[in-house]
């Protein structure tokens, strides 16, 4: 199947949206371990969302690459909002990010890069980056 260019500019455009959430993070005062861990790995997750956009080559190395970055992503935001600062709207975003995940996995394995299948990856990324945001937002 073809890839539209819808939908490369609907995944680029939210793949860089992962450098709200660094944005918001420069601007704290003071940090934490883990919240240089997490803005490192939404730093990754900015770099390596793009560059496998851009050829979206389903299993290839930065497929696997941007997917392990991604799920250490998701893991250290989880530990942080369950057991260090918990937000109920960072909270609403990981289980939003848990349902995109899901249908974006059921729409690629039926067709690659469908529009169904980027439109729930986006909301994957949008989740992600509305929950960064909030993350970093809080107070000092």
Not at 5 to 30: C, H, K, N, Q
Not at 68 to 87: H, T
Not at 110 to 127: G, K, Q, Y
Request: charged share 10%; net charge neutral.
């Amino acid at each position: 199947m073809t890839r539209s260019p819808l939908a490369t500019i609907i995944m680029m455009i939210t793949s860089l949206g992962f450098t709200l959430p660094v944005g918001r993070f420069i601007m704290l005062d003071e940090l934490t371990k883990i919240e240089l861990l997490i803005a490192i790995n939404f730093t990754l997750v900015n770099i390596s969302s793009p560059i496998f956009w851009s050829n979206p080559v389903q299993h290839s190395l930065i497929h696997k690459i941007d997917g392990a970055v991604a799920k250490s992503l998701y893991f250290l935001v989880l530990v942080y909002n369950s057991l260090i600062f918990f937000d109920p709207f960072v909270a609403t975003c990981l289980f939003m990010i848990v349902i995109s995940f899901g249908f974006s996995h059921y729409f690629s394995s039926n067709v690659w890069c469908s529009l169904p299948h980027v439109i729930s990856h986006a909301a994957l990324h949008v989740s992600s980056i509305l929950g960064g945001c909030c993350l970093f937002s809080r107070p000092s």
